[in-house]
């Protein structure tokens, strides 16, 4: 195949054009159950550490940085939001090590953002400010359920209220997350993001491909 006979691969490839048909009976399922699972021990060392961190600042407002990867985003958004205090969330201690610099501005901890989300709702800490960037895409439509948007703790983010701001690669992604947000309480808008400084890795690994990035930003509202 020489060069104009090659077809540009899409960015995220899928078997679904268009939102999951099933999205809006999946999120209204998990916002009339409750999702119960039992905190992992370690997930509850993690946050009684993250309340801790937060009293000796005198509990400032909370930014939360779900899905944060290396923390680049934290270091970033510890940078815009002056007196509020960051928390970046991620699974991975491979990734989290790769964060270089120390700060006592925000903090980086390695935990399942889903059981973190429902002990900040317990302990009924209010997140001023949400983002969730790039989250893992789970692109195959039997991967539903596997989306932040499709997990039965999404609803867990209108009870954390505040303002929600998700990044995506992926344009049917996107219009999923919008749609579930409203579902729960959101009232946003989903945009093209131009990209000048990336905030994340993946933000500028995408951009320098030049790939199409979309972003929702919305309010809690009711
Ligand atoms: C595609 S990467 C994006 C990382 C970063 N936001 C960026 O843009 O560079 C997705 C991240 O989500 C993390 N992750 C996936 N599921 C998670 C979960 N349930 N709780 C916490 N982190 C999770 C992975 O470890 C990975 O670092």
Same mark, same amino acid.
């Not at 939102?19 to 509850?44: F, G, M, N, S, Y």
């Not at 996107?174 to 009232?187: C, H, Q, R, V």
């Given at each position: ?6 077809? *540009?691969?899409?960015? /995220?490839?899928? &078997?679904?054009? @268009?939102? #999951?048909?099933?999205?809006? @009976? ?15 021990? #370690? +997930?509850?060392? +993690?946050?009684?550490?993250a309340?801790?961190?937060?009293a000796?600042? !005198? ?11 290396? !923390?680049?985003? +934290? ?10 205090a960051?928390? =970046?969330?991620?699974?991975?201690? $491979? ?8 700060? &006592? ?19 009924n800490i209010? /997140? ?12 195959k ?7 932040? $948007? ?10 954390? =209220? !505040?303002?929600? *701001? ?7 992604? @996107?219009?999923?997350? @919008? ?31 030049a ?6 930003? =919305?309010?809690?509202?009711?």
């Amino acid at each position: 195949m020489n060069e104009d006979t090659q077809i *540009e691969q899409p960015p /995220v490839q899928s &078997d679904q054009q @268009a939102p #999951h048909l099933d999205l809006e @009976a999946l999120v209204v399922k998990h916002c009339r159950t409750r999702w119960r699972k039992p905190i992992p021990e #370690h +997930t509850q060392k +993690t946050f009684d550490y993250a309340t801790a961190w937060l009293a000796e600042r !005198g509990n400032p407002t909370v930014v939360l940085d779900s899905f944060c990867g290396t !923390g680049m985003s +934290t270091k970033c958004l510890a940078e815009q939001h002056n007196n509020a205090a960051v928390i =970046g969330l991620d699974k991975s201690a $491979h990734r989290l090590t790769k964060h270089a610099d120390t700060s &006592d501005k925000y903090l980086l901890l390695r935990a399942e953002c889903e059981p973190f989300w429902q002990l900040l709702v317990t302990a009924n800490i209010k /997140v001023a400010h949400h983002y969730l960037l790039y989250p893992n895409p789970w692109p195959k439509s039997s991967q539903l359920k596997r989306r932040v $948007h499709g997990h039965p703790a999404f609803p867990l983010l209108a009870r954390l =209220g !505040g303002s929600v *701001e998700m990044r995506s690669n992926w344009q049917i992604f @996107a219009e999923e997350f @919008a749609l579930a947000s409203k579902l729960i309480g959101f009232t946003g808008k989903l945009d093209r993001l131009e990209i000048s400084e990336p905030w994340t890795l993946f933000e500028k690994k995408y951009s320098e491909r030049a790939q199409n990035l979309w972003c929702f930003r =919305g309010i809690f509202s009711s």
